[in-house]
């Protein structure tokens, strides 16, 4: 807005053309004044309510296959519509050969994304050992990591060796240090799954304990290449790993299983302290699911 005095003026001291100058003027300070009134209220509001962090989250995808087409379609389409901070992925981001992202397996499957200049957050899937794609591609040059979107803190865990203990205690430390609300982990092998590969002993042992404990509301895997949503001990579990490689069944029994699906898709989330709002989207941008997880307070007090 121009400072005041460009519109200041007194009429007493103008013609009768000038008057009519003056009072215009007058007129227009006093419309802008009302205007600041009425949008003042807006604009503290929106400072204090946290922004939403709007992500999309792919597992089991770096094919070549159709179906990898038809997902990164899908995603692409998403993305247009309400554009992603970044994309996540679950793990076995690069088959054939493994690791190593190539023309067939990623630059002209992922081409949509890649133009609409898309960022990743990635994790390492056993297929991804092979090459080193996932850190000089994707950005993740280190197995496991953390990082921070407005409210939500993420922690992006390595799957293939869940017995680390060095990993153990950068899990702990980053949960019971951090400030944000929001606390969601990743991995490529699921600790809890109905899907043809078994779950992983190891990372349950090692890191549910500390999920329960600091307050993580959803975790994030892939895998086994379908859909699931498991909820148990307080914590969201979902799996999704229909990005492009060929689909498993839903073979086993679990506790808290909600849906399991063999199925091509990815998932929308938008994440913040109200809840953590999850879509499951099919290719042709279908609702195979729809949750709202909610955010869990953590059972001690985070130290800086």
Known sequence: MPPPDQFCGDPRRSSSTGGDVSIRRMNRIAALTLAAAVLAPVAIASAQTPASTHFLVV????????????????????????PATFVMTVGDNFYSPDGVATDGNYYRPMACLLAQGIRWRAVWGNHDLGGNSTATVLGARKRYYTYANGTTRFIMLDGNNPSSSAQRTFLERTLNAAKEPVRIVAMHQPVYTAGLHSSSYEGRRAWEPLFKKYGVSLVLSGHN??????????????????????????????????????????????????????????????????????????????RG
């Open 225 to 302: 290449h379908n859909y699931e949503r498991i909820r148990t001990g307080g914590v969201t579990y979902i799996t999704s790993g229909g990005g492009g490689a060929s689909l498993y069944p839903c073979v086993r029994s679990q506790p808290g299983l909600v849906m399991c699906k063999p199925v091509n898709q990815f998932l929308e989330v938008d994440s913040s302290p109200a809840g953590i709002a999850v879509r499951a989207v099919d290719v042709k941008g279908g609702t195979i699911d729809q949750v709202t997880v909610p955010v869990r307070v953590a059972k001690v007090t985070a």
């Open 59 to 82: 597992g089991d995808w770096g094919t070549g296959s159709t179906q990898q087409a038809d997902v990164a379609k899908a995603m692409c389409a998403s993305n247009a519509a309400n």
